[in-house]
């Protein structure tokens, strides 16, 4: 499938309206976008979250795919299953077309409660994409810090107060953990850039194997900003490169998109509500410290890339 | 064919028998021996399996949900810590409605450290919504299995065949293995309903309010109801075709007796020994043996119970706070009967410490002496 306007207005969409997300939710997109280059022939797990809670409410879907849910810590280990179930009855010569299985999480579900079993499963190999959209925080129980909330922001878990200055603890660096696992394909991408993040959706699929992308999907309500801005919010994030949008195929980095035209972090941070108190007095050196680590950072993945590793 | 195997390896054949498509499981003493079996079966193509390695029960169990969502036929064992750990997933395996069936071997929580035989583990998961059947020797181990999944399928709720640690987890009887075909006439390939199926998607578990979860619960406890029925007649057809009788419970030398020992497991067992002494002394004792527990054939209970003079409960388990697991649901069960028998709740062999035919026989000559029950327990083996 091209990764082209005019193909993609012709697809079907297989998460559907009705869904109950906010105005402005980067998640719901973040689905979305990925089932335009799914499919029919897909089957999506997911773990409790904001996405699971605004999909569902019995006896309404807003999929148009088979959908399983169980719990907040195993939807890479519910999709072990089917997918072993699928193996099983392929054996048999019971069904005989492939079927994509995505597992969804969240960060929280991804990064925290549920690393231990999408590990296991990208380690056993099972032949999946596992995507966590990445909102960078708790939201569904209501803007809780999570392993994925970045250096400074301020949470429920980790307000600004006089005392502490919001987050105290950088967050996980959760795709170079999963390409750590030596599994064929991780990549990171926006929703700001959706031909990129589609385009890794679907290289993802046309490789056997376990596979993980994490998308960056902002939430309006949880990061306070204008609910009209969150595309603008992600794009921010990759071109401060907050957020680079990469891939690590087969043990080689490649960066996907190099922004032409680099923001200060700076710009990005300012727009959103959770960092408001990082630019009142003491705390404006945090910023200082955020752009630094964000300067560290994309030239370590330069270098990677660079070196062919 | 008749082989000489371990409670453990009785495991491994029931579910190979039934021919299990998805084996998820994660290693724990005293259930190794189930898995790593399996694992041979499969790698040998005896057995036509996927088996998942997972990197926990916690995963082990959801892995079945799944797999048992798009209609295959699933089985996993594992044991006390491995039971705890699974337990999130036990009640999602009921509420979800799928049928899986899993092996537990009965093993002592910590701390302390114990890896030796007791009932709390499976115990506590009494109001997880799985059928429970415990069983007395290797034989029934295996049958128990077969038996298992034609009851879980046709009902559509799990269930957990539950055996002793190393008293038959690793005791080696003689075991009847079944012939494929039998197995295959007594047990169909399980059929689901609703399953993860692309050509006709449908959405499992979603979020669901109170206009609609009561009734859901409601469809459990019916289905639970119905499968008292259900294991009696998986006994009756399992009789016909393999010759072996299976019911909810199982009596000895209850006709005359005035008074009834009630157990379960491998004690229940050593209990028939100690009937048979105490009769050849002229005690008028039999025993009843509560197979399945869950369903809890009560009916059965008050049929059996209301015309005896006394009943002796021996449990291998403790609820802390009130008395034995099994005690307090049999003196429940008899609460509203207006002939009934004073009930004597008996604490033992925790932790794996022995019980004997002989420490049953004192326990039926220490209860015997009594008038009425003074306190819900009756500890027994208990150094002090």
Redesign the interface.
């Known amino acids: 499938m091209g990764i082209n306007l005019k193909e993609l207005s012709k697809q079907e969409d297989f998460f559907t309206s009705g869904h109950r997300a906010c105005a402005g939710c980067g998640p719901a997109i973040a689905l979305r976008q990925a089932l335009l280059v799914a499919g029919?022939?897909?089957?999506v797990?997911?773990s409790t979250g904001c996405m699971?809670?605004v999909s569902?409410?019995?006896?309404?879907?807003a999929?148009?795919?088979?959908?399983?849910?169980?719990?907040f810590?195993?939807s890479a280990?519910?999709?072990?299953?089917?997918e072993?179930?699928?193996?099983?009855?392929k054996?048999k010569g019971k069904i005989k077309k492939d079927?994509n299985l995505i597992a969804f999480g969240g960060d929280g579900g991804t990064y925290d409660i549920g690393l231990?079993?999408l590990?296991?499963?990208m380690?056993?190999g099972h032949n999946m994409l596992y995507i966590c959209y990445d909102n960078q925080a708790y939201m569904n129980t209501g803007i809780q810090r999570s392993g994925a909330t970045p250096y400074g922001a301020s949470t429920t878990t980790s307000p600004s107060g006089k005392v502490i200055p919001g987050k105290t603890r950088r967050r996980k660096d959760l795709t170079e953990i999963m390409a750590a696992h030596n599994i064929p394909y991780a990549a990171q991408a926006s929703i700001s850039d959706w031909r990129d993040y589609m385009t890794k959706v679907e290289k993802a699929r046309s490789i056997k194997g376990p596979k993980f992308i994490v998308v960056f999907a902002p939430c309006q309500l949880g990061w306070y900003y204008k609910k009209e801005d969150t595309i603008k919010i992600a794009d921010m994030a990759v071109k401060s490169r907050f957020w680079p949008l990469y891939e690590v195929e087969n043990g080689v980095h490649k960066i996907t998109k190099d922004p032409k035209k680099v923001i200060p972090v700076e710009d990005w941070l300012k727009l959103q509500g959770r960092f408001r108190h990082l630019f009142k007095g003491e705390n404006k050196k945090i910023i200082e410290e955020i752009q630094r680590e964000v300067d560290m950072r994309w030239e370590r993945l330069k270098k990677l890339e660079e070196a062919g590793l | 064919m008749r082989k000489v195997l371990m409670g453990n390896h009785a495991l491994s054949y029931g579910a190979k028998v039934s021919r299990a498509?998805?084996i998820?499981a994660y290693p724990i003493t005293p259930q190794t021996e189930v898995v790593e079996l399996l694992s041979k079966m499969c790698a040998s193509g005896e057995l036509?399996?996927?088996f998942?390695?997972?990197?926990?029960e916690?995963?082990a169990m959801?892995?079945?949900?799944?797999?048992?969502?798009?209609?295959?036929r699933?089985f996993t064992a594992t044991s006390a810590q491995g039971l705890a750990h699974m337990h999130?997933?036990l009640h999602?395996a009921a509420g979800?409605r799928t049928p899986v069936v899993m092996g537990n071997i009965n093993r002592a929580f910590a701390p302390p450290w114990s890896v030796w035989t007791e009932q709390n583990d499976s115990l506590s998961q009494r109001d997880t919504g799985w059928m429970q059947i415990y069983a007395q020797n290797n034989q029934e181990v295996l049958d128990s299995v077969i038996q298992a999944y034609k009851v879980a399928e046709s009902l559509d709720l799990p269930a957990m065949v539950i055996l002793a640690a190393f008293v038959l987890s690793h005791t080696s009887e003689t075991v009847e293995i079944p012939g494929q075909e039998k197995v295959d006439e007594f047990l169909p390939p399980y059929e689901r309903k609703y399953k993860?199926?692309?050509d006709e998607?449908?959405?499992?578990?979603?979020?669901?309010?109170p206009d609609?979860y009561f009734e859901l619960r409601y469809k459990i406890q019916k289905a639970m109801e119905e499968a008292l029925e259900k294991w009696e007649e998986a006994g009756e057809e399992f009789e016909s075709i393999f010759g072996r009788k299976y019911g909810l419970l199982e009596t000895y030398k209850v006709s005359d007796a005035k008074s009834l020992i009630v157990s379960s497991s491998t004690i229940a067992s050593t209990a028939r020994n100690a009937v048979d002494r105490l009769r050849e002394k002229g005690e008028k004792v039999g025993l009843l043996r509560i197979r399945v527990f869950r369903p809890f054939p009560a009916e059965k209970i008050r049929g059996i119970l209301s015309s005896v003079g006394k009943a002796i409960v021996i449990d291998r388990n403790i609820g802390f706070g009130a008395s034995g697991i099994f005690y307090q649901e049999i003196k429940a069960a008899m609460y509203n009967e207006e002939q009934k028998p004073p009930i004597f709740g008996v604490v033992t062999g925790l932790g794996g410490r022995d019980v004997s035919s002989k420490d049953i026989i004192e326990i039926y000559q220490d209860v015997i002496r009594r008038e009425e029950p003074k306190s819900d327990i009756i500890w027994k083996g208990l150094k002090l």
């Open positions: 029919k022939d897909t089957v797990s997911f699971e809670v569902t409410i019995f006896p309404y879907t999929w148009k795919v088979p959908y399983i849910h169980s719990l810590e195993n280990a519910t999709m072990s299953g089917v072993a179930a699928y193996n099983a009855l054996r079927i231990q079993a590990s296991g499963a380690e056993r | 498509q998805v998820s036509k399996a996927k998942i390695k997972v990197e926990s916690h995963s959801a892995a079945l949900i799944g797999a048992s969502s798009v209609g295959v699933t999130e997933m999602w979800a993860i199926d692309p998607p449908h959405a499992f578990g979603g979020l669901t309010d609609n």
